[in-house]
């Protein structure tokens, strides 16, 4: 069993930056991150490939976050840059042991899932 714990959640104001961490204890092929505000579903974020490091966000954080790896760690990191009041949510990290085409955008194709962690964004 694979587990996957999530850190660095918390308040920000707009314009303003976090950093999001995930560890997991398992081999894994590509980590995500996902995130659901109230009353929405829940949305991909962004992705990581451990093999070659290429990386997927999603449209709406382009530019603004980052994720990166730390292969001998297994651990994956966001930061989140030029935050905004619509990034507010639980941000979750998933992962997976292994890697198709195109899987990265879809969150019912991981099958590890940390706890979630509260990302609060304020004027």
């Known amino acids: 069993q694979v587990q996957v714990v999530e850190s660095g959640g918390g308040l920000a104001q707009v314009g303003g930056s976090l950093r999001l961490s995930c560890a997991a204890s398992g081999v894994t092929a590509v980590m995500g991150w996902f995130r659901q505000a109230p009353g929405k579903e829940r949305e991909f974020v962004a992705a990581?490939?451990?093999?070659?490091?290429?990386?997927y966000y999603a449209d709406s954080v382009k530019g603004r976050f980052t994720i990166s790896r730390d292969n001998a760690k297994n651990t994956v990191n966001l930061q989140m840059n030029s935050l905004k009041p619509e990034d507010t949510a639980v941000y979750f990290c998933?992962?997976?042991?292994?890697?198709?085409?195109?899987?990265?955008?879809?969150?019912?194709?991981?099958?590890?899932w940390g706890q979630g962690t509260q990302v609060t964004v304020s004027s």
């Open positions: 990581i490939r451990w093999n070659g490091g290429s990386t």
């Open positions: 998933a992962a997976n042991g292994y890697y198709a085409g195109s899987m990265y955008y879809n969150a019912s194709r991981y099958d590890y």
